[in-house]
């Protein structure tokens, strides 16, 4: 008998080994709980039973979450994390509660927060995230809680938020996200007409309010008036004016792309040549073609010179300039790309010959090119081929030797010259 009690005492002490010292554990309506809350910590403690489903540490002075900080408790369903000072929360932090139904972390000082770690917690029903430092959530941070029911994000520095950030959430019934500072323009207006027709409750929509710009500052989001907004378009062109110009090694190309949207898209350029790759966010150059100050530059004219009309110009295009050239517009609605590959032949190489199959094969299965003003304009829908001979003087020889092939040219190819050929495969 004695040897049982002496069993007992050591299972006990074993469970109270098993708690942290700062902290209290016990079991109360078939719950494991580990009550740190009001304990000054400034870690999270170790040492906690594997069967733990609630924690609260609360009202401590908590500064960050590292990666695996609740490793030691995989069954959590509640934790409690509410008036600290926690400023970031690594990758990993929360990554392991995959049980988790309950996490609260308002009124904190977070800024840095591992979005990706939401993925993890598909059985998450209230997330409190609110009176933080938040000034950005990713479009798919809460992808994986289809679960989730009550959100709140209120009191942040939330500005925008990407569309259909709340589309993943389709057993949401309550959702905070009053006062935060929102720009209201084109990137806010799904959500002002998501909040209007969404069957989920939105308290406090008389402090969901426009903080700029300036005129629109204290403005209802439900109250704002219709802006003029559309997700950017571009086309790339180019202008075929080098016919009849005397043309040497390292000809100037052109390409011009032709943006539109509302707010005026942001222009980057993409360039991959057989060098490597370039990334230009246009423009890198002034009027006068010289570099703008703060742009990083071998001279003062840089190889690719982007203005701020939409142009590029490589001022000594050659072998080494052939490649992809892709303009990207963007703006708070989305993006669009145009890409046009762009590779220089010379006669005798083989180049005319090897564009004449291509040409012809197209033709073969009715994609074929017309002339609109001296342009030469695909009537195929992708994989275009526009072939634009640039000239200079020719002697009587060159003159004879052009006019021997002239009968062997494919039909509708605009023939220009027959010096310097320039490919543009593009895809639209």
Known sequence: MQELRLLCLVVLAGLVQACPEPC????????????CAYRDLQAVPSGFPANVTTLSLSANQLTSLPG???REVPRLQSLWLAHNEIRSVAAGALASLSQLKSLDLSHNLISDFAWSDLHSLSALQLL????????FIPRDAFRSLRALRSLQLNHNRLHTLAEGTFAPLTALSHLQINDNPFDC????????????TTAVSIPEQDNITCTSPHVLKGTRLNRLLPLPCSAPSVQLTYQPSQDGAELRPGF????????????????????????????????NVGADGHALPGVLAASSRPRFQAFANGSLLIPDFGKLEEGTYSCLATNELGSAESSVNVALATPGEGGEDALGRRFQGKAAEGKVCYTVDNEVQPSGPEDNVVIIYLSRPR????????????GKQPPGLLLLGQSLLLLFLASF
């Open 68 to 70: 695996g900080a609740f």
């Open 128 to 135: 409190k995230m609110d009176s933080n430092e938040l000034t």
């Open 395 to 406: 002697g009587p020889e060159a003159a004879a030797a052009a006019e021997g092939v002239s």
């Open 252 to 283: 100037v190309l052109a390409l011009h792309c032709d943006v539109d949207g509302q707010p005026a898209p942001q222009l980057h350029w993409h360039i991959q040549t057989p060098g490597g790759t370039v990334e230009i966010a246009s423009p």
């Open 185 to 196: 323009t084109c990137g806010i207006v799904w959500f002002k007409t998501w909040a209007l």
């Open 24 to 35: 209290e554990c016990g079991e109360k309506y078939g719950f494991h709980i580990a009550d």
